[in-house]
């Protein structure tokens, strides 16, 4: 099969789809052709994870599985994975390169895009999609204890508002009706700027974009989630009545432990606030469970926190140390019995409060 067919396998977040989009597109504008992954393909490029241990067992596993189908002349391992361990990236049999992401060239030019006649795509388009993944923002200045992604995605950058505008515009003409505003930290869209905005500001300008005609936010922390920003999604048309938040637990002594700057009762303050703003309002969110300080009456907290809020779906993750974190090594390991119990009885909370809802 010629190498210029490829395939491109995405783990992860949508700021990581929205990676695994850029690339598609270039190699598309450059004469390759896209292939489906049962097809085979000449090259098979997987953007991968590292945010939980899982998520970087599921993208080794994703390299190991596409080298061993004997589909792909060649296999390539991209994005998060590659930033965060490299040798055990590299270490996999089979594997033809791996690219971190600020190797973008170094990627293209193995795949022989370097020289002055290569094409120029010009903006990322998802062609056959309703729904289009704007990336705004990039990068984390937060240090939260359990986190590695300020450590493989670097500091919070964010994409002027012109260029933002242009890329929406864009996405119209295409025909997708949906944008989902997308970054890595987006509440932090716009500190970086001179001069500073924010990201209510961007959302007005947005939804002048003409053939916009509706606007989804990414997750968003909640001590970004400003009184301004709750009267823009309230008072929009096109704004989502939707907010997906990473509350991570409903207990503050965890809390203070992964160096959040919320609390219990003011993340209860900004949920009974939004709803009175946003008519309809569906708030879905991510917990933590077995965090290493987390208590069995620390468990009970986090339900009442659940059933106060109300959430329309709760993402549940179990806790996983990341080397280079602060958590790294921390004492108090939850045993595994009781993370399956502690897990299954959140699920069974989250599930009526997303009956409720």
Known sequence: MPPQTFHIKTLGCKV??????EIRVRLLANGWREAQEDAGAGICIVNTCCVTAQAGRKSRHAVHSAVKSGRFEKVLGVGCHISYDRPAMEGLKGVAGVFAHDERA?????????????????FINFAGHTRAFLKVQEGCDNRCSYCVVPLVRGRSRSKPADQVLAEAAQFATAGHREIV????????YGKDLSPKVGLADLLEDLEAVPGVSRIRLSS???????????KKIGSSTKLCPHLHIPFQSGDDRVLRSMNKKATVAGNRRLIDRAKKLIPDLAVTCDLIVGFPTETPAGVERTMKFLEAIVPLRTHLFTFSARRGTAMDGASGKVT???VKRRFGGLQRVAEEASLNF
């Open 220 to 230: 968003i922390e909640p001590a970004d989630i400003t009184e301004r920003l709750l």
């Open 336 to 338: 595994d019995a009781e």
């Open 16 to 21: 990581n789809q929205c990676d695994s989009q």
């Open 181 to 188: 505003v997308a970054g890595i930290c987006l509440g932090a």
């Open 106 to 122: 170094g990627l293209y030019s193995f795949l022989g895009l370097t020289d002055g006649s290569v094409k120029d795509p010009g």
